[in-house]
């Protein structure tokens, strides 16, 4: 396969658009379409005036590119995702258009702050975490390198919850992102979808005496598109982002009315409008509802017809082509319903045969998988996906039937363990419907977003299906857009990189490896601490401002950002701050560099010990900040509603990088490669991409402690008592009582005894304890190299310069080569 080729030397289209020609059209939209004045307009009007001066631009390249593609009659990928973390559009599309610096100036001389202007928008915040991150990542490495592709998704009303704090516990507040409508998105009324759910299956005979099943819905919806341009780094191609809104559909279902019974019973059912009001919140753990199940179902088949009408417009009736042209990525199995939705398309609605129709099926779909954690693993009561989608049941049934006949038996003949564990039903009390089983089975690619986490979706998810197939699975390791995670949010270090190396690296992010050449550069490291100590002063204004918390710049500051998850052991932070402030309460000179530990995290708001734990770091920092004795040695800040806004803010300023979940528990992180790519050290386990990030920078600029993989599974094994650790380290034993003390809660003894409790009686699932003192020890090394100012910035200089691996791009490229085989269509 020939390597995508990124055009990073040519200069955008658009980049003849000069301060002067951009401060007209800002004027003109302030007139024309905001109905305003440059005298009375507020900041929020001169936003939207930027945004849709900026939008001629966009829209341009997007006329352009989807004529191109429609031309060409190109093959494309169709990532297909529940969530998209999409964050702001401002600077991301003035940096992708090459319009920023041109726009600053424009904005500067109608006497406007570009940063105020853009804070003016907004999160796009249709996502929960890494997995939603990811999805918005991909699509601008996808138009960056001028890749055919559609994202398809949900229009939620309310993105993820804002979180809030009150008197140190996480409070949720509805997210309103397009209140006021937003200025990215265009209606597309013209290509509506009608879907269908709930109702029976009746089964009819043809004239010819075949047996056909016809599906009597009991409610129609209707989907309405919405567009959002992705516009793809230097005049590239502007993709589509097309997300759906569910409308209660002006057909009446008179089928349904006449078969009696039915208006009662569809009061039991989920009304039109609530299918897109909101994103489920939960990051890990499946919910199991209806609701849910029926989103997913909303925007597959919404997505699928969308598809195939595209496709008929260029090939009518003939379906040969469509595995040619068509390939549709799963993200996660949150869409896996798309596969049975295709079947009952292609067998029911073009009357194709099975086997025709299963054979386009798994040349079409891929899945990836994000997790092996147990709770979030989807599987749907029989009973349910019966009431919502009875046709979909019915052909999932078959095609298990065929799997377990036609591979499984032939493989193991008439070994009923393997048919059970194999089965994409799961039998018991409550039979189940698997997911993933569904999806490895309807694809002809798996895979897994790191390295380590690739090899554990086949040797422990699904081993016998690797049996069957193994050339299905595949590695593809996880990648973050260096547009945004660097070029846009730490532009002091862009330009300096600029200057340095060229500037070819926002596109081709190997070319930093040349700032390995200037690590042991004393000017070069000065400019490079430079930069990172002013990204600090600006966090340390943001942190005064959303904390109250004055810190200073010169501390380390030490962050830890993501979900909040007992697997990310967010506690295992917490508990080494309060050994550390225990030290310096025992030794009042107790000797460490100032280091301020910095968290960002939201927890689902179900998740009772996830609250728990945010509650217990807001009541010790509390403590720790006010407590004279410390002098200033710990600060601990928790900032409210990590969002990717914030992200943006945080990560050029971090010195520190906390990667610390349990050996095999993180698919692979994508935090950790932008911290690194900012120049943090990271203090990591060796799990997910973290053994690969290890890998690149070498073992003397990161902080690797704590089990391994298989040591994770040796103890486990043996059998593991957290009880041992907290009687044989003192030190553990007093912390953990500490907690159950009213030291931190006056007057309320034991409001923190949640971790302690769940370390203990609850078995410390995640092996906190065991790790603990290798954390110790690793964050120790953290403080010695500290202290070693040219050693320091050497590590933090090579870190930036060793992770060129993790540009989404390269994803990219794996998964066009491992699993899409497309090739790129340039647009002039
Ligand atoms: C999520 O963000 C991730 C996995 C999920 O499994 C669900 C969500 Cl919402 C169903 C994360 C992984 O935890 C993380 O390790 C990985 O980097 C990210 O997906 C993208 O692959």
Redesign the pocket.
Known sequence: MTKTKISSSSTPATASLNAEQLKERIIRHLHATLGTDINKASPQAWWRATCAAINESVFDGLRTTQREHYQQDTRAVHYFSL?YLMGRLFSNNLHNLGLYQSAKQALAELGHDIADLEDQEEDMAL??????R?AACFIDSLATMNLPAVGYGIHYEHGLFQQEFQAGRQIERPDSWREYGNPWEICRPESVQEISVYGYVETVYDLQGRMKKVWHPGRIIKGVPWDIPVVGYHGSSVNVLRLWESRASDFFNWDVFNSGGYVDASRENIEAETISKVLYPN??TEAGKELRLIQQYFFCSCSLKDIIRRYKRAHGDDWSKFPEQVVIQLN?THPAVAIPELMRILVDRADMHWDEAWGICQQVFAYTN??L?PE?LESWSVRMFEKVLPRHLEIIYEINRRFLLEQVDVRWPGDNDKKRKLSIIEEGHEPMVRMGHLSVVGSFRVNG?AEVHSKLVQSDLFPEMVALWPEKFTNVT?GVTPRRWLKACNPRLSSMLDRLIGSDWPTDLKQLSKLAAHADDPKVQDDFMAIKQQNKADLAKVIQDLTGVAVDPAAIFDIQIK?LHEYKRQHLNLLHILALYRRILQNPDYDMVPRVFIFGAKAAPGYKLAKEIIYAINKVAEKINHDKRVKDRIKVVFMPNYRVTLAEKMIPAADVSEQISTAGK?????GNMKLALNGAITVGTLD??NIEIAEEVGEDNIAIFGLTVDEVKALRQSGYHSRDYYHNNPEIKAILDWLETDYFTPGKPGELAAIKHSLLEGGDPYLVLADFEGYQAAQQQIDGWYRDKAGWAKKAMMNTACVGKFTSDRSIQDYVDRVWQLTPCKVD
């Open positions: 969530e996502g929960n975490g890494g997995l939603g990811l990051d890990e996660d994000h997790t954690l979030a977003v996880n979900r993180e698919a692979s992180g994508t997910g991409a």
